[in-house]
């Protein structure tokens, strides 16, 4: 399968503690985004890379969050010292920029990572 | 600032019957597209139906068509011949095509119930 992959699919830690998720998008797209989305929500914004550059970082993503894209291909994203109002499903997603691929505007989701805050 | 609204949480069709799915947006910009997702219980969110703003003509991919109403900036999604599989939330997304961050907006979405 070659769509967007997501790990771990789900992970459970106690407030304070850090998590990192990973994300490996698909492999000709160059666009990457991270959102996240409560329940009864639609996604929210936190950021956005092209190849390895972040372009931008929604005001949602305090310093406790940082996420990276060394090499322009997979994506991490760290929350530290988590609290219980970071429990959310974070999702990742992909495009093709307009140099690979036909840019349709479509986004590639992968099934999110969920985190429950204890 | 730009924004999507869903009005519908929740909406419920018999199966084999239409159901039109309502979003509004605010935006300045006269280029943008417009994106109709679904998300299924417990899986990846997948696209529906896209919208070029530029474009007149309302999309359609097979059961499923837009309603494109640019100057009142409303965005419906209408489903014929709705079956059990198309249970699922949806959301309406908005992306601005020249903003450099190709950001997208999306809405809280409508759940929709399809009744057999």
């Known amino acids: 399968d070659t769509g967007v992959s997501q790990d771990p699919r789900h992970k459970i830690t106690k407030r304070g503690q850090n998590v990192t998720f990973r994300c490996d998008p698909i492999?000709?797209?160059?666009?990457l985004y991270w959102y996240r989305q409560t329940l009864g929500q639609g996604p929210e914004f936190l950021t956005y890379?092209?190849?390895?550059?972040?372009?931008?970082k929604s005001r949602l993503l305090s310093d406790r969050f940082s996420a990276e894209r060394p090499k322009g291909s997979f994506s991490t994203l760290e929350i530290q010292r988590t609290e219980q109002g970071d429990s959310a499903m974070y999702l990742c997603?992909?495009?093709?920029?307009?140099?690979?691929?036909?840019?349709?505007?479509?986004?590639?989701f992968g099934e999110g990572s969920r985190l429950t805050v204890l | 600032a730009q924004t999507v609204t869903q009005s519908q949480p929740e909406m419920s069709v018999q199966e084999a019957e239409t159901v039109t799915l309502s979003c509004t947006y605010d935006?300045?910009?006269?280029?943008?597209?417009l994106f109709w997702y679904k998300q299924p219980p417990s899986r990846q969110m997948i696209l529906v139906i896209r919208?070029?703003?530029?474009?007149?003509q309302n999309a359609t991919e097979n059961r499923f068509s837009v309603n494109f109403q640019k100057a009142a900036k409303s965005f419906s999604l209408k489903i014929s011949d709705s079956q059990l599989g198309d249970a699922a939330m949806y959301f309406c997304?908005?992306?601005?095509?020249?903003?450099?961050?190709?950001?997208?907006?999306f809405g809280t979405g409508t759940r929709l119930k399809v009744l057999a």
């Open positions: 997603a992909s495009s093709p920029g307009t140099s690979g691929g036909r840019n349709t505007g479509e986004l590639f």
């Open positions: 492999s000709e797209h160059n666009r």
């Open positions: 890379f092209q190849n390895e550059a972040q372009l931008e």
């Open positions: 935006t300045s910009e006269s280029d943008y597209y």
């Open positions: 919208q070029e703003a530029y474009k007149q």
């Open positions: 997304a908005y992306r601005i095509p020249t903003s450099g961050t190709y950001k997208y907006i």
